[in-house]
């Protein structure tokens, strides 16, 4: 079990075939049966307040799952702490927002930022987790304008680099998966301003990420 902590109020657990197995849990039960899961997700809590200071008594909190190609289990787990009440208002309501789901065994993935300032976030959050994933992930990656949008275009990915999982799980922090098609792909290459071509990341980490 991997625990990293993204924000003072975020964080993301990593949990592998052998935690589960420990657990007596699989993919089916923690989908379908969330509360037989509760063992592991106190475990999730208490390893979290050790190793990372994350407190999470009194808190709500808000938990994400999704399950990689490697058999691992990936949670996002967020608290709400609760703030001084003020004099009521109108609740504001946001559509939830849909979010695609990433194909594992596709060899292209396309990903939106908001802004360049995103994607250098992005870089930043690469460099800290010590890896330089661009290598071994895949062997184009390019950052295209396109639309006065900012997209990251993954081509001929290494489905079987062992870090992939952990590198979509920081990416959708950052940006939001557009398309794994081949055709989109080649409209950026066509109508799209290339700003790095290759090696998007590292070059992003080399001139916008402070040492």
């Known amino acids: 079990m991997k625990i990293e902590k993204l924000t003072e109020n975020k964080i993301r657990v990593i949990v592998n075939s052998e935690d589960l197995k420990n657990n007596n849990l699989d993919y089916k039960t923690i989908m379908e049966k969330p509360i037989e899961s509760q063992k592991l997700f106190l475990e999730m809590l208490l390893k979290a307040e050790k190793e990372v200071g994350f407190y999470t ?3 709500k909190l808000l938990v994400e799952a999704f399950s990689s190609s490697d058999e691992s289990f990936v949670f996002t787990i967020t608290k709400y702490v609760e703030k001084p009440v003020n004099p009521p208002s109108k609740p504001k309501v946001k559509p939830k927002k849909k979010i695609k789901s990433v194909n594992p065994k596709s060899n292209t993935a396309i990903y939106r930022f908001p802004s360049f300032e995103e994607f250098c976030d992005f870089c ?7 890896r330089m994933y661009s290598k071994q992930l895949a062997k184009n990656i390019s950052l295209y ?8 275009v993954l081509a001929n990915i290494n489905t079987n680099y062992k870090y992939i999982s952990a590198f979509y799980s920081t990416i959708s922090e950052f940006a939001s998966l557009t398309s794994h098609s081949e055709t ?10 290339a700003v790095m071509k290759k090696n998007a990341i590292e070059t992003g980490i080399q001139y916008f990420v402070s040492p």
Do not use: P, Q, W
């Not at 304008?145 to 990251?152: A, E, G, I, S």
């Not at 989109?184 to 301003?193: R, S």
């Open 124 to 130: 930043t959050a690469i460099k800290n987790t010590g």
């Open 57 to 59: 008594e009194g808190c």
């Open 145 to 152: 304008l396109f639309n006065d949008t900012y997209y990251l």
């Open 184 to 193: 989109f792909k080649l409209k950026l290459f066509e109508h799209g301003k």
